[in-house]
């Protein structure tokens, strides 16, 4: 191993999210064929959760990853934020049948101070966090305000994975491959009120509405096909998305450590800086374009009249989110 490794931290290793997450990130599908990682795993201190991890981890080494340097196995989160590049916060309680992912609010949102504190004190000083436990940006938006020594440029929430539901949607409907789906921005929160916008995605090259022309589809249920989708698995599968989550944290991470291809950009949610009139400070979910390690808000997307309300619905359910963990005290 040439390189010095990556130290990579994953809260609720022994989940589902996690079970996938992990042998993806220690074959190399985040940070490359040559680069090594290190892997901090994370769990309650509950004795079947850590049993679990035990569980895991022989199976990490039954799989002898050649780029997997270290694991540590841990339930005390000083110890398991220790020295991590990246933080995969992912753990946290996934929500049943019928409910939104703001009802975890209460139930989840204070894990994260804690977990913000910890990183702050322990990690690495190049670390980024990534939040995908639910509601993911306001739990990042909790994580972020508890660890107010990170600069604000190194925590996202994931909407990747609505980003790429998205994408399959309109190339379903369009006959082409996903990959020929592109500039597909998710805007605002990753709940019920995301935005899913077909007004900028292009399908080769061209803008979507080229390719699919029934407006009605688009507008009525493209959207909320994608908006509703996490419940339509849960329903299915009894059990929140995880092969697809966890493949969606890989595709964040990749995006955000490599250059944004030309022309292109990906969803994921940032702490506003007031960028299209959205407040400052909330997790929101843009377009973002980076060269690998600084990344921007790509500017000058054009936002009509139907984006901007649906835009503003999905706003203003994130200052909902945020006056409730403010009530909560947990910012
Ligand atoms: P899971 O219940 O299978 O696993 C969660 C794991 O987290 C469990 O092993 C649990 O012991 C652990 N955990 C709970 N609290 C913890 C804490 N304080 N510290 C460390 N570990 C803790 O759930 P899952 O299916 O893996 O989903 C995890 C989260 O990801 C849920 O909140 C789910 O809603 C969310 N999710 C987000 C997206 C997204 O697109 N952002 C997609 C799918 C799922
Ligand atoms: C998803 O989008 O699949 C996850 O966020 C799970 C959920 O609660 O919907």
Same mark, same amino acid.
Request: hydrophobic residues 40%; aromatic residues 6%.
């Given at each position: 191993?040439?390189?010095?490794?990556?130290?990579? /931290?994953?809260?609720?290793?022994?989940?589902?999210?996690?079970?996938?997450?992990?042998?993806?990130?220690?074959?190399?599908?985040?940070?490359?064929?040559?680069?090594?990682?290190?892997?901090?795993?994370? $769990?309650?201190?509950?004795?079947?959760?850590?049993?679990?991890?035990?569980?895991?981890?022989?199976?990490?080494?039954?799989?002898?990853?050649?780029?997997? !340097?270290?694991?540590?196995?841990?339930?005390?989160?000083?110890?398991?934020?220790?020295?991590?590049?990246?933080?995969?916060?992912? #753990?946290?309680?996934?929500? %049943?049948?019928?409910?939104?992912?703001?009802?975890?609010?209460?139930?989840? #949102?204070?894990?994260?101070?804690?977990? #913000?504190?910890?990183?702050?004190?322990?990690?690495?000083?190049?670390?980024?966090?990534?939040?995908?436990?639910?509601?993911?940006?306001? !739990?990042?938006?909790? /994580?972020?305000?508890? @660890?107010?020594?990170?600069?604000?440029?190194?925590?996202?929430?994931?909407?990747?994975?609505? $980003?790429?539901?998205?994408?399959?949607?309109? /190339?379903?409907?369009?006959?082409?491959?996903?990959?020929?789906?592109?500039?597909?921005?998710?805007?605002?929160?990753?709940?019920?009120?995301?935005?899913?916008?077909?007004?900028? @995605?292009?399908?080769?090259? =061209?803008?979507?509405?080229?390719?699919?022309?029934? +407006?009605?589809?688009?507008? %009525?249920?493209?959207?909320?096909?994608?908006?509703?989708?996490?419940?339509?698995?849960?329903?299915?599968?009894?059990?929140?998305?995880?092969?697809?989550?966890? !493949? @969606? /944290?890989?595709?964040?991470?990749?995006?955000?450590?490599?250059?944004?291809?030309?022309?292109?950009? +990906?969803?994921?949610?940032?702490?506003?800086?007031?960028?299209?009139?959205?407040?400052?400070?909330?997790?929101?979910?843009?377009?973002?374009? +980076?060269?690998?390690?600084?990344?921007?808000?790509?500017?000058?997307?054009?936002?009509?009249?139907?984006?901007?309300? =649906?835009?503003?619905?999905?706003?203003? $359910?994130?200052?909902?989110?945020?006056?409730?963990?403010?009530?909560?005290?947990?910012?």
């Amino acid at each position: 191993m040439s390189k010095a490794p990556i130290t990579v /931290a994953v809260t609720g290793a022994a989940g589902q999210i996690g079970y996938s997450l992990l042998f993806r990130i220690a074959s190399g599908a985040l940070f490359g064929a040559d680069q090594p990682v290190n892997l901090r795993l994370i $769990e309650r201190n509950d004795e079947k959760a850590m049993k679990g991890l035990t569980g895991v981890c022989m199976e990490l080494d039954d799989c002898a990853f050649p780029l997997l !340097n270290s694991v540590h196995p841990t339930c005390d989160i000083d110890d398991g934020f220790t020295g991590v590049n990246w933080a995969l916060l992912v #753990g946290s309680v996934p929500r %049943g049948p019928g409910m939104e992912r703001k009802d975890l609010l209460s139930i989840n #949102g204070k894990i994260f101070t804690g977990q #913000g504190q910890a990183i702050e004190k322990n990690a690495a000083s190049d670390v980024r966090v990534l939040v995908v436990g639910n509601p993911c940006n306001t !739990n990042c938006l909790i /994580a972020m305000n508890s @660890a107010k020594s990170i600069p604000t440029d190194r925590w996202f929430a994931m909407t990747r994975l609505d $980003e790429n539901r998205a994408k399959s949607q309109l /190339a379903a409907k369009a006959g082409v491959h996903s990959t020929a789906v592109t500039n597909m921005t998710i805007w605002g929160n990753h709940s019920a009120t995301q935005y899913p916008d077909f007004f900028n @995605a292009k399908i080769n090259g =061209k803008p979507a509405t080229d390719s699919i022309s029934d +407006t009605e589809w688009l507008q %009525g249920p493209f959207i909320s096909t994608v908006q509703k989708r996490g419940a339509a698995i849960i329903e299915a599968r009894g059990l929140s998305s995880a092969a697809s989550a966890a !493949n @969606a /944290a890989c595709d964040t991470v990749y995006s955000l450590t490599r250059p944004t291809p030309a022309s292109d950009w +990906t969803s994921v949610a940032v702490c506003s800086d007031g960028s299209y009139g959205i407040e400052k400070g909330l997790m929101f979910s843009f377009p973002i374009r +980076t060269d690998g390690s600084k990344w921007e808000i790509v500017q000058d997307v054009p936002v009509n009249e139907f984006s901007q309300a =649906k835009i503003k619905a999905t706003e203003d $359910e994130l200052k909902e989110e945020r006056a409730a963990v403010t009530e909560l005290g947990l910012i």
